[in-house]
């Protein structure tokens, strides 16, 4: 696989690690957003984790992502995302490990998919709204066709 073909844009979904059952699927949710990257052929991956498109014509609201991804099978990458100075998440740092998931030759509909783990590199927020480091997650990020 041609690692630029990590590029696009895909809607990023993050689930708390919880081994019980759940009645309800949202008491799994950690996150969703928008993921944006761009992947160059040495490897170098950049782009942006989206939180809110901020005001019209203005910032977005989100954390840079920087890394690297493999050509190799099976396909990995690692990001760190850092939210952006001055930003309501400027205080955020998160580091994610992850694989492209197989294309089934005879899969229907199959879109590009990224899975992995996340963890909460720092602390962030304070007081009642402190999030403390240490916290993983699993994702999935869905390429969203052009």
Do not use: C
Not at 73 to 83: D, E, I, N, R, V
Not at 108 to 125: K, N, S
Request: aromatic fraction near 8%.
């Amino acid at each position: 696989m041609d690692v630029a073909e990590l590029t696009g844009t895909y809607t990023y979904r993050s689930f708390l690690n919880r081994p019980e059952p759940v009645d309800d699927f949202n008491k799994l949710r950690f996150a969703q957003l928008e993921l944006r990257l761009t992947a160059e052929p040495d490897g170098t991956v950049s782009g942006e984790l989206v939180f809110s498109e901020g005001e019209p014509g203005g910032d977005t609201i989100g954390m840079d992502m920087v890394g690297r991804a493999s050509g190799a099978s099976p396909f990995a990458f690692t990001l760190t995302g850092k939210g952006r100075p001055g930003s309501p998440v400027a205080d955020f740092h998160y580091e994610y490990d992850g694989v492209i998931l197989r294309h089934w030759d005879i899969g229907i509909g199959q879109l590009m998919t990224l899975a992995g783990t996340v963890l909460r590199a720092e602390d962030h927020g304070s007081g009642a709204t402190l999030a403390r480091a240490g916290q993983t997650a699993s994702f999935l990020a869905v390429k969203r066709q052009a």
